[in-house]
């Protein structure tokens, strides 16, 4: 039984009294996992429960696999979102959805967003502030974008503004607090020392991402992650690795919270 119809189920007992509104919260949430077989078990209604929609790994999964889970989330959820698609997947999939989808290719991010048509989703108020040190941490920085979009954020970014030329940074942190967002996003490689610097000028939270883009000593992102977890400015987390799209779900999480208490 998809998704959608056990939901109605649901529903339908709601709307004749069998179970009550807690109840029906409750089963909505719980409906989460969907098996395919032995290749995976997808949480089609994350979502749902979490604000956070599960994203297809795109990266050490065999091009027929990814195809067949992707077309059945779209199938159940009506949107899919695949990140690190080498470029002969992103092909495969773009032949392989129905004319009843629209397929969207994120190059820089190398992510695929794949919708049923009519699907959209809704602004929910949440400002994220998105700012990378240097011109190679874009594509971590694009994934932690599309991220937050998808989930109805509005991102203000700025490029290459890293604290080799410290001066770049002073115009973009000035436009992120005149749009008063909720959370920034900062992302750097090398030694990583941007974050501190914003985290220590901002009075919201801040999410650091180091990028593998380090060589020597401290290489692959060890240093920029070591660096940033060592930071003594207050108000700073940091994620793993080149891991755009765990930031971009954190800050989407702490964005939409804020937004929902400024509309109430």
């Known amino acids: 039984m998809s ?18 509104v807690g109840e029906a919260e409750k089963l909505v949430r719980l409906l989460a996992i969907e098996e395919l077989e032995d ?8 979502a749902c429960r979490k604000g956070i929609p599960e994203i297809v790994l795109a990266e050490g ?7 067949e889970i992707s077309l059945r989330m779209l ?8 990140s690190r698609c080498t470029d002969e997947q992103i092909a495969t999939l773009c032949r392989a959805v129905p004319k009843t989808a ?41 994934e932690a974008k599309v991220i937050a979009e998808e989930m109805g954020c509005e991102v203000f970014a700025a490029y290459d503004v890293g604290v080799a030329g410290i001066h770049r940074i002073l115009q973009p942190l000035k436009d992120l607090i005149a749009e008063d967002v ?9 030694e990583g020392a941007l974050p501190s610097v914003i985290a220590g000028m901002v009075d919201v939270p801040v999410i650091a991402v180091p990028t593998s883009n380090s060589y020597g000593f401290g290489e692959k992102g060890v240093s920029t992650l070591m660096a940033m977890l060592q930071s003594c400015s207050l108000g ?12 971009g779900a954190m800050a989407t999480l702490i964005a939409n919270r804020a937004a929902k208490f400024r509309k109430q």
């Open 61 to 67: 999964k065999s091009t027929s696999d990814l195809v």
């Open 182 to 190: 909720d959370v920034v996003v900062v992302v750097a490689g090398r």
């Open 102 to 142: 629209l397929v969207e290719v994120k190059e820089k991010a190398r992510m695929v967003i794949i919708k049923k048509k009519g699907s959209r989703h809704q602004s929910t108020g949440g400002k994220i502030g998105l700012l990378t040190a240097g011109t190679s941490d874009i594509p971590v920085a694009e």
């Open 3 to 20: 998704i959608m119809n056990t939901l109605s189920e649901i529903l339908g007992k709601l709307s004749r009294s069998e179970i009550s």
């Open 75 to 82: 199938s159940d959820s009506g949107t899919v979102i695949v």
């Open 39 to 46: 290749v995976a078990r997808i949480d089609a209604n994350r």
């Open 236 to 247: 700073l987390a940091v994620v793993n690795i080149d891991s755009g799209i765990a930031a």
